[in-house]
């Protein structure tokens, strides 16, 4: 029996899943786009696994760079992920929020709920995808402690809520 790509997305929209900001940056400037497809695979030695779209515009950027961060957004930035899942051009979409750096370089949102600073070790293509293996070389965390998920098509908070 083949499953049909649309029967396929739809069942996954019931997949609860953390939106994140996945950049990099080189010679030829920041890149970025927004990801729910972002996973550990191990902690010895800690690792991601990171899927992107091969049609991606700044797909050929990342491969180039060998490096990434995962920015996991906090509830309140789901303007952020609209702006990168949106056309505009890659410099423009880091004009909305304050952007660092850690270990490689790449672009760290300075209030995200958690960003891994990564190394691109492995890259596996199936698919529409291309798979990055990454190990992890630096971590850092916000106050923050409600996550911005993706569930059924929509944008949902989950975590603490303060109490007056």
């Given at each position: 029996?083949?499953?049909?790509?649309?029967?396929?997305?739809?069942?996954?929209?019931?997949?609860?899943?953390?939106?994140?900001?996945?950049?990099?940056?080189?010679?030829?400037?920041?890149?970025?786009?927004?990801?729910?497809?972002?996973?550990?695979?191990?902690?010895?030695?800690?690792?991601?696994?990171?899927?992107?779209?091969?049609?991606?515009?700044?797909?050929?950027?990342?491969?180039?760079?060998?490096?990434?961060?995962?920015?996991?957004l906090g509830a309140h930035h789901e303007h952020i992920s609209k702006v990168f899942s949106s056309k505009l051009?890659?410099?423009?979409?880091?004009?909305?929020?304050?952007?660092?750096?850690?270990?490689?370089?790449?672009?760290?949102?300075?209030?995200?709920?958690?960003?891994?600073?990564?190394?691109?070790?492995?890259?596996?293509?199936?698919?529409?995808?291309?798979?990055?293996?990454?190990?992890?070389?630096?971590?850092?965390?916000?106050?923050?402690?409600?996550?911005?998920?993706?569930?059924?098509?929509?944008?949902?908070?989950?975590?603490?809520?303060?109490?007056?």
């Open positions: 029996m083949m499953i049909e790509s649309t029967d396929f997305k739809n069942a996954m929209s019931f997949l609860t899943s953390a939106v994140s900001v996945v950049t990099t940056t080189g010679l030829s400037g920041r890149y970025g786009f927004t990801a729910s497809a972002v996973c550990s695979v191990t902690d010895s030695p800690p690792t991601l696994l990171v899927c992107m779209n091969k049609a991606s515009s700044s797909h050929a950027h990342f491969v180039e760079n060998q490096i990434l961060t995962v920015n996991v051009m890659p410099e423009e979409r880091f004009k909305h929020g304050i952007w660092t750096e850690l270990e490689t370089g790449a672009p760290v949102l300075d209030d995200a709920l958690v960003s891994f600073d990564c190394e691109i070790e492995q890259i596996q293509e199936v698919g529409t995808h291309t798979i990055f293996i990454c190990p992890i070389v630096a971590i850092q965390r916000s106050q923050h402690d409600q996550s911005l998920v993706y569930f059924n098509r929509a944008y949902h908070q989950v975590g603490q809520t303060e109490t007056a």
